[in-house]
């Protein structure tokens, strides 16, 4: 059993949780019309902190996937 095959599933694991994380944030940030059923539809451009998450939320959801792959092949 060589080293990466014993750490990646950590690996996966902290991936995870800062997918969760990220992904938890992004709906905080929607208001609180969703939670009563309202919808508002108005559209703004991601700025700051906004898309910061949003830009690390596709960076961890695309490091999960490969670090799944790896795992696959490892196997």
Known sequence: MSILTKILPIVQIVISVLLIIAILLQQRGQGLGGIFGGESISFHKKRGFEKIIFTSTIVLGIMFAL??????ILK
């Open 67 to 72: 670090s799944a792959v790896a795992a696959l």
